[in-house]
């Protein structure tokens, strides 16, 4: 059982360059978030979906985008990277509204 | 103001001892409580649900206190592999969870 599953692990990045952080789910769960993750600080949410086709800004949005045109995938796109957005990625999912969420392993991010 | 907020620690404590984190939250229309683990450079995994009446899973104990607007974690009998970040997470009625920075606890031999 996969559960939720992020690519890639690890990644550097020149500043300017855009990439996408994969991540996909096998347990039909209908809400997905991203969250980046600072060294010593919490988990901050950049966008969240309750469904396909579906998806809204968390509290740090800029600088990313997403998409959910299925219910397994919700890939973040960084269109121009910058130092800033250096951090843990952590991709997430949820059965229903206000139930336990079960992370992905991480995309550990740097940005020269 | 953050909408959740923990002391960083770190906590150090001997094995055996009994360790307490408390944890505030700003909205006080949220619904959902949890504390979740994190071990270093791993993703969070859900410890456990906190609920109104408060709930004990072996040696772990969590409580919420609405009015003053608090949950707690209690760890008895603290074992080596307790040593982790433990993350408080409040959920309000729009499908978001809010994260703290996380409390960190160290458990010496």
């Known amino acids: 059982n996969a559960g939720v599953t992020q690519t890639p692990k690890f990644r550097i990045l020149k500043i300017g360059q855009s990439m996408t952080l994969q991540c996909t789910q096998d347990?039909?769960?209908?809400?997905m978030y991203w969250y980046r993750q600072d060294p010593g600080m919490g988990l901050k949410l950049i966008y969240y979906s309750v469904g396909a086709g579906i998806t809204d800004k968390g509290e740090v949005p800029n600088g990313y985008n997403v998409s959910r045109s299925t219910t397994e995938d919700f890939p973040l796109r960084l269109e121009l990277a910058a130092p800033s957005q250096t951090s843990v990625y952590f991709c997430?999912?949820?059965?229903?509204?206000?139930?336990?969420?079960?992370f992905g392993q991480g995309t550990r991010l740097t940005v020269v | 103001r953050k909408e959740v907020e923990q002391d960083p620690g770190p906590f150090n404590v001997p094995e055996g001892a009994t360790v307490a984190f408390n944890c505030t939250y700003s909205n006080s229309a949220s619904q959902s409580f949890f504390w979740y683990r994190q071990d270093c450079r791993k993703e969070p995994k859900l410890l456990m649900s906190?609920?109104?009446s408060g709930n004990e899973d072996g040696r772990f104990t969590a409580q919420l206190n609405r009015a003053s607007q608090y949950i707690s974690l209690l760890i008895r009998d603290s074992k080596l592999s307790d040593s982790a970040t433990y993350l408080c997470v409040v959920s309000p009625n729009f499908n978001k969870f809010y994260f703290g920075s996380g409390t960190k606890l160290n458990v010496k031999p």
């Open positions: 347990m039909n769960h209908n809400y």
């Open positions: 997430a999912s949820s059965p229903g509204h206000n139930t336990e969420a079960f």
């Open positions: 906190v609920y109104s």
